[in-house]
Nanobody, 114 residues
Framework: QVQLVESGGGLVQAGGSLRLSCAAS????????MGWWRQAPGKQRELVAS???????NYADSVKGRFTISRDNAKNTVYLQMNSLLLEDTAVYYC????????WGQGTQVTVSS
């Protein structure tokens, strides 16, 4: 059974930074994509950024130049460095692992205040 444990969310002022971490444990196929999604109140869950085991990244247009995704394959951990945070970045952020099936973390709240 694969588990994803997220950490690093919290309250930050606009313009500030946060770093999210997601550690995966269990039997994980080496070929996979890890990523971060977010869901704001009243909105659909959307992709923020993803990274393959080979290091290929993909970002939502709204976060390009502000967020950086990275991973440590030896630790099965993915990170999301979020800089220049905006009010509209406020959401619950979910970690996702995609192999032959997909797994989701429990979510971590990120709140950006003015």
């Amino acid at each position: 059974q694969v588990q994803l444990v997220e950490s690093g969310g919290g309250l930050v002022q606009a313009g500030g930074s946060l770093r999210l971490s997601c550690a995966a444990s269990g039997s994980i196929f080496s070929i996979n994509i890890m990523g971060w999604w977010r869901q704001a109140p009243g909105k659909q869950r959307e992709l923020v950024a993803s990274i393959s085991n080979g290091g290929t990244t993909n970002y939502a247009d709204s976060v390009k130049g502000r967020f950086t995704i990275s991973r440590d394959n030896a630790k099965n951990t993915v990170y999301l460095q979020m800089n220049s945070l905006l009010l509209e970045d406020t959401a619950v952020y979910y970690c996702r692992l995609l192999t032959v099936v997909e797994y989701w973390g429990q979510g971590t709240q990120v709140t950006v205040s003015s």
